[in-house]
């Protein structure tokens, strides 16, 4: 493999292994939040226990999202200096603001959290919890307005002397019709991350809690947990159903190649729910089809005309190829068919078995009751890994899609990677990350069992902020 081989696997590793942690950085936060305002509303013990406990879990999950996002910065110095030249102006501005608004208004109040127990007024101090989740959102939107970009670039100029798109709308960057359907989707991904989250826990810690005790507690946050998985799953369907008729509209070969459509559709296009092709995709043996199914999910018509891969193929050809602009010119213009068409499927099912086990769960424990076969074990440990794994499957495809592109339209690519960096400065870069990420996935694994083993904390009554020693030392919360 070249050096573009190596740095788009070395970015694809990255961001993959990053954006492990991101949707349960927004999630938790949530539900953190809600538990602690619960427990300033009602005084229920079992609420800050929940708080306390889900909070750890919390923090632990933010400290390697944070350790793993920096590399995400580092990369667009190190392997696609050309890309940044070229968008730099765009795509750095969202960044500097999430790092510098979103990222600090985070760990600041983070922060306030951990170390406020007894120092804080109450109210401020549940507060704290929600600013962190603001701040979550509002880092989601900066980096999904940049992402974005590179799918629907709007608010720019190409300056041809300088060979650079350069920013005039930043107000249109923000407003992407991509953004504001992606922002609402991914945010609704997290909650269902998060809400699977404290369902899996809450559920293996119910089935091994007695009869009494800390059951009722654990049950209380199984069923909101589920609650939220299946509604944020709802709202996941929504959002995605508009996403994929502003992804027609933006990016066709998109849609035809989550399809491996290859030969345009003028009504009723079949979707297929499982295929069997050549290794390539370009030739189906077998499928089960739902007819008309694409045709609704690109247009919002089961009578409506999508276009396939080869009509595509050649409309870019005669439009990208003629355009004069040495950074778009491409000979195929179609992504990978196969991991397209996989990655599509795998984001929506497994999304759909996270809302089936959620359902489950509400049944299994309606009215006191406690499921107690030891499969309930299995379902409580894959519930929360499922969504997690549809996050990464839809950051997959959405990537994949996109490409021959870097930005759609403008750059391939191939013309964005560092014209300066060898294939062996990057495979000993990957080497290098390969091994740290797998230490910090050790790191990760091993403290975020120990504390869901440890299970909740004691119910101990907060200290008086009014009347603590303000020379006193600050604690750690746990």
């Known amino acids: 493999m070249d050096a573009l081989d190596l740095a788009r696997w070395q970015f694809a590793i990255t961001t993959v292994y990053h954006f492990l942690f991101v949707p349960v950085t927004i999630g938790l936060?949530?539900?953190?939040?809600?538990?602690?305002?619960?427990?300033?509303?009602?005084r229920n013990p079992e609420m800050l226990r929940l708080a306390k406990?889900?909070?750890?879990?919390?923090?632990?999950?933010?400290?390697?999202?944070?350790?793993?996002?920096?590399?995400?910065?580092?990369?667009?110095?190190?392997?696609?200096?050309?890309?940044?030249?070229f968008v730099g102006d765009i795509f750095g501005a969202p960044l500097a603001i999430e790092a510098l608004l979103a990222f600090f208004l985070e760990s600041t109040f983070l922060g306030l959290w951990i170390f406020g127990w007894g120092r804080l007024p109450e109210r401020l101090h549940a507060g704290c919890m929600w600013a962190v989740h603001i701040g979550t959102l509002l880092s989601a939107y900066f980096i999904l307005a940049a992402n974005s970009f590179m799918q629907?670039?709007?608010?720019?100029?190409?300056?041809?002397?300088?060979?650079?798109?350069?920013?005039?709308?930043?107000?249109?960057?923000?407003?992407?019709?991509?953004?504001?359907?992606?922002?609402?989707?991914?945010?609704?991904?997290?909650?269902?991350?998060?809400?699977?989250?404290?369902m899996g826990v809450g559920l293996w810690h119910m089935r091994r809690a007695t009869?009494?005790?800390?059951?009722?507690?654990?049950?209380?946050?199984?069923?909101?947990?589920?609650?939220?998985?299946?509604?944020?799953?709802?709202g996941i369907a929504v959002t995605g159903d508009i996403q994929g008729k502003i992804m027609t509209e933006v990016q066709p070969m998109k849609m035809a190649a989550a399809e491996a459509l290859y030969e345009s559709s003028d009504s009723n296009a079949p979707f297929s729910i499982f295929t069997v092709g050549?290794?390539?995709?370009?030739?189906?043996?077998?499928?089960?089809?739902?007819?008309?199914?694409?045709?609704?999910?690109?247009?919002?018509?089961?009578?409506?005309?999508?276009?396939?891969?080869?009509?595509?193929?050649a409309e870019y050809a005669q439009t990208y190829g003629d355009s004069g602009n040495p950074l778009?010119?491409?000979?195929?213009?179609?992504?990978?068919?196969?991991?397209?068409?996989?990655?599509?499927?795998?984001?929506?099912?497994t999304g759909f078995a996270a809302m089936a086990a959620a359902a489950a769960v509400l049944w299994a424990t309606r009215r006191d009751r406690v499921?107690?076969?030891?499969?309930?074990?299995?379902?409580?440990?894959?519930?929360?890994?499922?969504?997690?794994?549809?996050?990464?499957?839809?950051?997959?495809?959405?990537?994949?899609?996109?490409?021959?592109?870097?930005?759609?339209?403008?750059?391939a690519t191939r013309t964005g990677v560092s014209p300066s960096v060898s294939a062996g400065e990057v495979i000993t870069s990957m080497a290098v990350y390969t091994l740290l990420y797998g230490l910090l996935a050790v790191v990760e694994v091993k403290l975020f069992l120990t504390y869901v083993r440890a299970g909740a904390p004691p119910f101990e009554e907060p200290a008086d902020h009014t009347r603590q020693d303000e020379d006193a030392e600050l604690a750690f919360a746990y």
């Open 371 to 411: 499921p107690t076969a030891r499969w309930w074990t299995w379902l409580a440990v894959a519930t929360p890994l499922l969504p997690v794994l549809g996050n990464s499957f839809g950051w997959i495809f959405t990537e994949v899609g996109r490409q021959p592109w870097l930005v759609f339209g403008l750059m």
């Open 278 to 313: 050549s290794l390539d995709g370009s030739e189906e043996k077998f499928a089960v089809t739902v007819p008309g199914l694409l045709s609704f999910l690109a247009t919002g018509s089961f009578d409506g005309e999508v276009k396939g891969i080869n009509e595509l193929k």
């Open 53 to 85: 406990f889900y909070g750890k879990l919390f923090t632990i999950n933010f400290a390697l999202g944070l350790v793993t996002g920096i590399v995400q910065e580092f990369q667009f110095g190190m392997n696609w200096s050309d890309y940044s030249r």
């Open 152 to 198: 629907n670039p709007v608010g720019y100029r190409y300056n041809e002397q300088t060979g650079r798109a350069e920013l005039t709308d930043f107000a249109a960057v923000l407003t992407n019709k991509v953004q504001l359907i992606t922002f609402p989707h991914v945010v609704m991904a997290a909650y269902m991350v998060g809400g699977a989250v404290v």
């Open 211 to 234: 009869v009494g005790g800390d059951l009722p507690m654990y049950r209380k946050a199984t069923r909101l947990g589920a609650v939220v998985t299946l509604v944020a799953g709802l």
């Open 328 to 349: 778009v010119t491409n000979s195929t213009y179609v992504p990978n068919i196969p991991l397209s068409y996989w990655s599509f499927r795998f984001m929506m099912g």
């Open 29 to 42: 936060s949530a539900l953190v939040a809600v538990f602690h305002t619960a427990w300033i509303r009602k």
